[in-house]
């Protein structure tokens, strides 16, 4: 089981690692029409699951780290000069001359749901375990590590073992089905998770309905009984229920006409880890990472650009 537990300073930065790259995602305005050009809106952001927890960590006012990956392009340095504009610090971020800075193709239908998507990660292959290990000295700084699942294996191995050295809890998100099975091996010594319920059934080797809440529940106390501390599974539009080995609970989600899921659950995480460095109790601390992905569902980009708390308690879900 997980004993470690977040920096009691609350001055120490989050330490984020993962993928940053550029969404390109469209909108479709009818249904769609295979092998044939289709009528819609296209918008392009900077994202990836790190990029954008980092993002609404710093919007939200912790100060953060961000160890990616981008290219040697003039994508990637817009990339990390965006988000080192709005507080993360990206000292540690690298440039690979080998890859592309990384790109995430979408498209979602007039309701707003994702019909099909490509991700493009192969940049976030050179974050080697060497390099990690060289980056020592921020773990020893840090108040708490987030991680996805786009990391290297060996990486990822890494951070953990560097992390337990440093006796930090360890936050991650799947980011992806396909690359969730990264993270079974490391349930017991994860405090957070964060999967939707596709991640959720791969994570457990158990299929469940999308939108059936006791499965879900079930899922969750599941991951809880491997070892993870809190376990937060997403439902899209049937909300979202999360289980400690104390307490379990649902939170319906915001009825409202979405816009662009991409990037919602990066906004809960990061309100979440954020609610918790802070000391909100659990339940409040849900209620407001489902807000921030509410109102993330409403925007037309990854990352809410004012996002605060303020603004969480404004428009906060009941």
Do not use: W
């Not at 501390?229 to 979405?258: C, D, K, L, N, Q």
């Amino acid at each position: 089981m997980v004993e470690a537990d977040f920096s009691p300073n609350p001055g120490a930065p989050m330490l984020v690692i993962g993928g940053a790259g550029v969404d390109i995602v469209g909108r479709l305005r009818s249904e769609p029409r295979l092998k044939t050009s289709n009528p819609g809106q296209i918008r392009t952001s900077f994202g990836g699951v790190a990029r954008n927890v980092a993002h609404n960590l710093a919007r939200l006012g912790q100060p953060v780290t961000l160890i990616t990956v981008v290219g040697e392009d003039q994508i990637g340095q817009q990339l990390l000069d965006q988000v080192g504009a709005a507080g993360v610090n990206v000292d540690a971020a690298l440039h690979s001359p080998n890859f592309p800075t990384g790109a995430y193709l979408g498209v979602i239908d007039q309701k707003g749901e994702l019909e099909f998507a490509l991700d493009d990660m192969r940049v976030i292959s050179a974050l080697s375990a060497e390099y990690i290990r060289k980056c020592a000295s921020l773990f020893k700084d840090a108040s708490g590590i987030f991680i996805d699942a786009n990391i290297p294996k060996s990486t990822l191995r890494t951070i953990i073992s560097l992390a337990e050295k440093a006796r930090l809890p360890v936050c991650a998100d799947p980011a992806s089905s396909s690359l969730a099975p990264r993270l079974r091996p490391y349930l017991s010594r994860l405090y957070l998770i964060t999967p939707n319920s596709a991640e959720a059934s791969v994570l457990c080797e158990q299929p469940f309905e999308a939108g059936k809440r006791q499965q879900a529940l079930a899922a969750a106390k599941y991951l809880v009984a491997q070892g993870t501390e809190t376990v937060i599974i997403s439902m899209a539009e049937f909300g979202v229920v999360y289980a400690t080995s104390e307490t379990s609970g649902h939170f319906p989600a915001f009825r409202m006409e979405i816009m662009d899921p991409t990037g919602a659950g990066d906004a809960l995480t990061a309100t979440i880890i954020f609610s918790l460095l802070n000391d909100i109790p659990l339940d409040d601390a849900v209620r407001l990472g489902v807000t921030a992905a509410s109102l993330t569902l409403r925007y037309p980009g990854s990352v809410l650009p004012d996002l605060s708390l303020e603004k969480l308690y404004d428009h906060l879900v009941t």
